[in-house]
């Protein structure tokens, strides 16, 4: 049975849209940057992905396509989707202004994947808050598995469902999946608030105390429906990797520390704040 939301996506399409300009608006100089080699991928996921070169590779949730314009410039012919009008019209002018190549396709993931041709990709990427927006899981992995091409492989780094169940004081606060929808003001400012962590071509100070006025609404899944949801239709997973550290600043109590990274500080007991994985189509 779907357990599809599109009227929540839709609402939070308008709540992307404000925050995606807000986000842009504290990175410098985002195309000569990436004109000059620069890269916004951090080594989690470069590790994951592997050897990209000549790779068709589609970027889900790709945001405003730093990432995947940086996944190009490591070898593979990208297309990138996202349900922001704002991120994906940024996305496309900053492919032509940098001048590294790349398809950006603004819609609702669930209207795009059912469309996309079986095999059509060598690697579907996602990462960093990426599926706490999705609705239905199941369909996500039955489609990842359709379009894979066969030896073809799914990588994603994103926020730990451990993590996810923690409120601002580390307190349980959030229900453990199920898909249980959180509602919430609206998508934040985390570029501002990680100070220079988010922004490897310069920060800006941009948009000052930004408010966004467009609530959002996301989703909670466990582990398991993770999992499973990509295990059940026949994908294999081949690595699976937790990290004790996010890349924005997700608690209060955080402390900065190597790599731009958000550590719980020394003295607390340390938990998985992401997770990576990558499965496999034989
Ligand atoms: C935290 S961002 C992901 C950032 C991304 N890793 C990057 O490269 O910048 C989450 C993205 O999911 C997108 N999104 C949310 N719901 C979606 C949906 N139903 N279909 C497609 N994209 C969606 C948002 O517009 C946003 O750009």
Redesign the pocket.
Known sequence: MSTLRKEL?ER??LS?NAA?QAHNSHKRDQAGFLRRGGS?LCKEEIALLGDLQGKRLC??????????LSLAARGAEVTG????DE?ISFAAQLSIDSGIPGTFVR????D?LPHAEAGSFDVMF?????LM???DLRIWGREIARILRPGGRFVIVDAHPFMMVLGEKLELHYPYGGGSEVHDPGVHDYVAAAGTALTPMGFEEGVKDFKNPHPDASFQWSLEEILMALIRPGLVIEQYVEYPFTKWRAFPVQVAGPDNNFFLPPEMPQIPMLFGLVAAKR
Request: with cysteine; hydrophobic share 30%; proline share 0%.
């Open positions: 996506h939070n399409r992307w995606t916004t970027h889900l949730q790709c945001n405003a396509g730093q990432d995947t989707v996202d349900i922001s991120a819609s609702d993931l669930y795009w996602s990462s960093y808050g990426a927006w999705l609705s």
